[in-house]
């Protein structure tokens, strides 16, 4: 059974950072496109970032380019994402999602990233609230 489960979520001020789990279970991340998204209240699911497991190249939206940092490690079947320079729009709801489709070919992977619909499997999300 493929299962996608978050976790680090919390709440931090201004400025702070936190990492972001995505464990996975049930597949191993081998060949699978493992993507970050967040949804706040009222707005549209948001992709933020992926990272290829087949070769480890990585893709951001410009919104959090050069703060998040997306990061794997195989042998711990995990996806992590560093979110450094938190502000209070970054507060939502984070999913991971996956999929094993896409093939390697970086162009249709940058295509892909930050669409929900690309994905087959997805985590039930962990909470990141900042705030003062």
């Not at 400025?15 to 049930?26: E, F, M, T, V, Y």
């Not at 970032?49 to 711990?76: H, L, M």
């Amino acid at each position: 059974q493929v299962q996608l489960v978050e976790s680090g979520g919390g709440l931090v001020q201004p400025g702070g950072s936190l990492r972001l789990s995505c464990q996975a279970s049930g597949f191993h991340l081998d060949y699978y496109a493992i993507g970050w998204f967040r949804q706040a209240p009222g707005k549209e699911r948001e992709g933020l970032s992926c990272i290829s497991t087949r070769d480890g190249s990585t893709y951001y939206a410009d919104s959090v380019k050069g703060r998040f940092t997306i990061s794997r490690d195989n042998a711990e079947n995990t996806v992590y994402l560093q979110m450094n320079s938190l502000k209070p729009e970054d507060t939502a709801v984070y999913y991971c999602a996956a999929d094993y489709r896409w093939g390697p070919n970086p162009n249709v992977i940058a295509a892909m990233f930050a669409v929900p619909g690309a994905y087959s499997y997805w985590g039930q999300g962990t909470q990141v609230t900042v705030s003062a």
